[in-house]
Structure formats: C-alpha cells, structure tokens
C-alpha cells in the first residue's frame, strides 16, 4: 500500500486548494479514506472521511461547510478541496487509508501555509 499527497503550498487566506491522495497497491473505493492534519506543536487530528462502498462523508466540526472530500475510482485517488482557508488551517495534511487486508497505512504529507 502507498499513499502519495499532493497539492499542499501557500495560499491566502479566504483562498482555496485541492489535495491529492493517489493510492497504489489497493483499491481506493474498497477502503475507508481519510484526511488528517497536524499543526507544530499540535496532536493530528481528523479532517474528513470517506467511507467505502456508499461513500459517506463526514468532516470536523472546523471544517465543515468549507471542506469536501471526494474520490475518482478510476484514478484510485481521493481528494480534499479546500474552500475559504483560514490561518488555522494551516497543518501538514495527511492521508490516511484502512483496508481489511493491511490495516491503517497514511502517506508522507503535504504542507499547507495559509498567509499573507
């Protein structure tokens, strides 16, 4: 199993950014995927989930209404939009994939800054 992030950087806040989670050796729509993240200094925490088959959402408190996770099963990728970003977002963002074969696996992170 291999999770690779992408689409972490710098943006404004009140901008927007869309992280990809390209999952390998498994079968993005087979498995529960999730988004954590981690401030310095901070625990990680849960961000979002996406549950396989039915593909039901959930997401934080913090983030709701301003997050959406999704997948494209025929890319075996999950994504998380990020929508009016705030300084408090600011966190290496982690992917996270639980499968019934290989338990938890996560990918290395993406950073994401969210200044002026």
């Known amino acids: 199993v291999q999770l690779v992030e992408s689409g972490g950087g710098l943006v404004q806040p009140g901008g927007s950014l869309r992280l990809s989670c390209a999952g390998s050796g498994f079968t993005v729509s087979s498995s529960a995927m999730s988004w954590y993240r981690q401030a310095p200094g901070k625990e990680r925490e849960f961000v979002a989930t996406i549950t396989n088959p039915g593909g039901t959402t959930d997401y934080a408190d913090s983030v709701k209404g301003r997050f959406a996770i999704s997948r494209d099963n025929a890319k075996n990728t999950v994504y998380l939009q990020m929508n009016s970003l705030k300084p408090e977002d600011a966190a290496v963002y982690y992917c996270?994939?639980?499968?019934?074969?290989?338990?938890?696996?996560w990918g290395q992170g993406t950073q994401v800054t969210v200044s002026t």
């Open positions: 996270r994939a639980y499968t019934l074969h290989y338990g938890f696996s």
